[in-house]
């Protein structure tokens, strides 16, 4: 079954907003990544947080994580047309063999 | 420098075909991996290998054969393709197997069409 389920399916701003994704997921785990994806491109690396962390920042990206709800939420913020992808959250799923990804949340930032 | 690379980019053919695609990573990392992106964008694992020794088989129909010859390339060779198989397949590398903090690092995808 499908590990990481991120919501929204689709999210649409205008440039300046900020833009928050989430993601659940079923089974304990050791870290999460996110990942974007543009246009017919293979996915890139945004950021790791582990299972011991609470939040994250890189640049405009922050990241929380709650395992107690075994959820995440990936917000950028300032948005840019640039940031337009989808993004993709994957975990391990407790185990160190392999990353299991979500459907993903396609943003369109809007000029 | 491309760091996953694949071949072909774009592959078109008919049902009951078979095909290869090529993948290269210049990273010096251990593990490969092949996925499959349905049309709903959901990623989903196919083969995994490190060190050129095959560590994951994710339920894969044994039409799918990924090869090795050494660490920087993992090719897929699909038998007698179906309606189903298409889909976007992507080839991605990790430093390590056994190290989920590792980031993966992928080709830019091949977009598979079987009429």
């Known amino acids: 079954s499908q590990q990481g389920e991120e919501d929204p399916q689709a999210l649409s701003i205008q440039e300046g907003e900020n833009a928050t994704m989430n993601c659940s997921y079923k089974t304990s785990i050791n870290n999460l990544q996110w990942y974007r994806q543009n246009s017919g491109r293979g996915l890139v690396h945004l950021i790791l947080?582990?299972?011991?962390?609470r939040e994250k920042h890189s640049g405009r990206l922050r990241v929380t994580l709650d395992t107690s709800k075994k959820s995440s939420s990936l917000l950028i913020t300032a948005s840019r047309a640039a940031d337009t992808a989808s993004y993709f959250c994957?975990?391990?799923?407790?185990?160190?063999?392999?990353?299991?990804f979500g459907s993903g949340t396609q943003l369109t930032v809007l000029p | 420098d491309t760091a996953v690379s694949q071949t072909p980019k774009y592959l078109v053919t008919q049902m009951g075909n078979d095909k290869s695609i090529k993948c290269e990573q210049n990273l010096g990392h251990d593990t490969m991996y092949w996925y499959k992106q349905d049309s709903k964008k959901f990623l989903k694992i196919m083969f995994s290998?490190?060190?050129?020794?095959?560590?994951i088989n994710e339920t894969v129909p044994n039409r799918f054969s990924p090869k090795s010859p050494d660490k920087a390339h993992l090719n897929l060779h699909i038998n007698s393709l179906e309606l189903g198989d298409s889909a976007v397949y992507f080839c991605?590398?990790?430093?390590?197997?056994?190290?989920?903090?590792?980031?993966?690092?992928f080709g830019p995808g091949t977009r598979l069409t079987v009429l």
């Open positions: 947080i582990r299972s011991n962390e």
């Open positions: 290998y490190n060190n050129k020794e095959l560590i």
């Open positions: 994957a975990t391990d799923g407790g185990s160190a063999r392999q990353l299991t």
């Open positions: 991605a590398s990790s430093q390590d197997w056994g190290d989920s903090t590792d980031t993966q690092y």
